[in-house]
């Protein structure tokens, strides 16, 4: 605040012009002082601030459980986060994801059933499947959100291709391929009732070949499309594939890494070393003595190998910032569920699911669910297995998952 200047003159009586003595004021009164200027200051700028946090912490403790009850798990974490009623009331009724079932084929005969993957247990449910669904020769190569892609040869360009699911039993027959190719194999998107859903398939002429051939399908397309690109690694070809972050990755058989970008009709491999799972062994005597898995979990792309001599596993992460793999000592409470046609990371599993990688191998006294502890490097009883087979895959439920 401005003041006005005054002029002294010898006429101006002393009082006036005597400076008056500065009074110490103590540290505690200062202190209070500037608390008090503080608590005015927030109080304007945030009034009834700490009335209105409070009211949230005053709803019912049953209607607050009943509203919580129906956030998922990551929603469910957020709303914890409110007040201390909240965190108690939302840990309450948090629900833990469950262990996604087993899809099979027992014995190459019909029906196909589920197993619940719980360890060293099989409560079973046999499928029927409308039309002619799943019939011999019927084998998985891929599954996603809910839907599995399923060929009768897939060697063969007549091969009969389509997707179903075996929650709701819907089926989507595809066209037949057009070259005279065998297919190495074949991956989608998304659910085929999903408007981001494409399936896309690798065909290999040859091993020397300097071509890569991709076909794509869309649902409501009569016909594949095919992309032709040139082979950046010839005599080698790519086996595994994911989708992750709108983009199809493929794993080569030496350890490299190749990416198809849907929307842009792209082909190239990635600037990152070779996976070290590929160091020693080529791939063929990996694929039947010590097998690898590729997949993902919100686009982080992982590559499970498992060791011929102990049948213990080992998970390599791709680190794409350094452009490089990086061996995981520890999942971090997720749980990895390992099978040939696809695999799954799943996270917000009970405790005992937690760091454990998971095989899809049922015995011949029909045991399954063994697994490998990562953190604290056990083994079930029976241990796992490194054997494998095309005809048992995971699938991953649908949200609103159906009893089967």
């Known amino acids: 605040m401005r003041t006005r200047r005054r002029t002294y003159t010898a006429a101006t009586p002393a009082s006036l012009v005597t400076a008056k003595p500065i009074v110490p004021v103590s540290g505690t009164k200062r202190r209070r002082k500037?608390?008090?200027?503080?608590?005015?200051?927030?109080?304007?700028?945030n009034p009834g601030g700490s009335e209105e946090k409070n009211q949230w912490a005053l709803i019912p403790i049953d209607i607050l459980r009943e509203i919580l009850s129906g956030l998922?798990?990551?929603?469910?974490?957020?709303?914890?986060?409110?007040?201390?009623a909240w965190c108690e009331a939302a840990v309450s009724v948090r629900k833990l994801q469950p262990p996604p079932p087993l899809l099979f084929n027992s014995q190459y005969r019909l029906p196909w059933g589920f197993v619940s993957p719980?360890?060293?247990?099989?409560p079973t449910c046999k499928l029927q499947f409308p039309g002619r669904g799943l019939d011999l020769?019927?084998?998985p190569v891929y599954s996603k959100d809910g839907w599995?892609?399923?060929t009768q040869d897939w060697r063969s360009r007549y091969?009969?291709?389509?997707l179903l699911n075996p929650f709701t039993r819907e089926c989507f027959y595809l066209p037949p391929r057009t070259y005279t190719t065998f297919c190495c194999w074949s991956a989608f998107s998304a659910a085929p009732t999903s408007a981001n859903c494409m399936v896309i398939s690798y065909n290999q002429i040859d091993h020397g070949t300097s071509v890569v051939i991709i076909d794509t399908w869309r649902p409501g397309e009569t016909v594949w499309t095919?992309?032709?690109?040139?082979?950046?690694l010839p005599f080698r070809i790519w086996r595994k594939c994911v989708f992750s972050n709108g983009m199809f990755y493929c794993l080569s058989t030496c350890g490299y890494l190749g990416v198809f970008h849907p929307s842009e009709s792209t082909w190239n491999v990635l600037p990152v070393k070779p996976c070290p799972a590929f160091d020693h062994l080529t791939f063929d005597h990996l694929e039947y003595c010590s097998p690898v898995f590729m997949t993902e979990h919100e686009g982080d792309i992982f590559v499970i190998y498992t060791h011929a001599n102990n049948n213990n596993p080992t998970v390599f992460k791709l680190n794409s910032k350094c452009k490089e793999w990086q061996e995981k000592r520890d999942l971090g409470g997720l749980t990895i569920f390992t099978s040939l046609p696809a695999s799954f990371v799943r996270a917000g599993l009970s405790?005992?699911?937690?760091?454990?990688?998971?095989?899809?191998?049922?015995?011949?006294?029909?045991?399954?669910?063994?697994y490998y502890s990562l953190g604290d490097a056990k083994n079930s009883d029976p241990p796992p297995t490194n054997q494998t087979t095309q005809h048992h895959v995971w699938v991953e439920p649908p949200p609103n998952n159906v009893h089967l």
């Open 159 to 162: 091969a009969t291709t389509l």
């Open 118 to 122: 719980h360890p060293l247990r099989f």
């Open 34 to 45: 500037l608390q008090s200027c503080t608590a005015k200051k927030k109080a304007k700028g």
């Open 72 to 84: 998922g798990l990551k929603d469910n974490i957020q709303a914890s986060a409110v007040c201390k």
């Open 148 to 150: 599995v892609l399923s």
């Open 137 to 139: 020769l019927h084998e």
């Open 226 to 232: 095919a992309h032709c690109f040139e082979n950046q």
């Open 351 to 370: 405790t005992e699911h937690r760091n454990k990688i998971y095989s899809s191998y049922i015995d011949k006294s029909e045991r399954y669910g063994m």
